[in-house]
């Protein structure tokens, strides 16, 4: 292969028998490919996508740039449950942010903004979380160890073998019903560990409308970020 080739960040190998390539908005290239491929082969189908890797890249570059990093100055816009809300300043002490038709930051927290907005986004999801889960443990019988809430930048959620259920801190700002999708998408994982076809029909049963929340996740998720 030639020195051109975009580099891969990560090679997912599963039960698949095609390969897709996925790249995430901070420009990392993901392959999915079948158990048998070899590093050939894989590396054969980037070369073939090269072009519209490079464009895929480029285009999600621009939209960084056209979202700039937080600053935490008064009318910035953050989000919640899929509702932007813009930030004001106060004078009080406690809380340091809550959120009352606009997000009030304490002025003495301001050089903590990021620390404290993340600090009432994870305590938000996880207070989400749980009490969706619940009901569909009570009704389907999913076995859930422990949820915790991360800080994952990449990953919606994610689910371990010892039955753990993990939640980007993030996850709250997108719209509720989004947030339902990913919770009983993680929780079907606790009984079928991939992406195929009976897992998808699972996630469906459960969720018929899923597939308007990944769409809408797909579309907005890159905005849902302090980064």
């Known amino acids: 292969m030639t020195s051109s080739l975009p ?11 095609s390969f897709g390539l996925e790249l995430k908005p901070d420009g990392r290239l993901i ?39 937080k600053t935490f100055s008064p009318g910035e816009q953050f989000w919640y449950l899929g509702e932007q809300y813009p930030l004001r300043l106060t004078d009080r002490q406690r809380p340091l942010l809550d959120l ?15 620390d404290v907005f993340i600090a009432w986004y994870r305590e938000e999801t996880r207070q989400i979380t749980q009490s969706l889960i619940e009901p569909y443990v ?15 930048r990449t990953r ?23 947030v339902e999708y990913v919770v009983v998408h993680e929780l079907v994982h606790l009984n079928v560990p991939n992406h195929s076809r009976a897992f998808w029909a699972e996630v469906a049963r459960i969720n018929p409308t899923y597939q308007t929340s990944r769409a809408w996740l797909k579309q907005h998720g890159r905005l849902l970020t302090l980064d």
Not at 40 to 57: H, L, M, P, Y
């Open 31 to 69: 392959v999915r490919a079948p158990h048998a491929a070899t590093r050939a082969q894989i590396e054969a189908v980037v070369a073939q996508k090269a072009a519209w890797i490079a464009k895929t890249r480029a285009r999600l570059a621009s939209q960084a740039a056209q979202h700039p990093p």
């Open 100 to 114: 009352d038709g606009a997000f009030n930051l304490s002025r003495q927290a301001r050089s903590q903004a990021k």
């Open 138 to 152: 009570k009704h389907y019988g999913f076995k859930v160890n422990q949820v915790r809430v991360t800080s994952a």
């Open 7 to 17: 580099h891969i960040s990560q090679i997912i190998r599963s039960q698949r028998k």
């Open 156 to 178: 919606w959620g994610s689910c371990s073998g010892k039955g753990n259920l993990n939640f980007t801190y993030r996850l709250c700002m997108a719209p509720l019903s989004v």
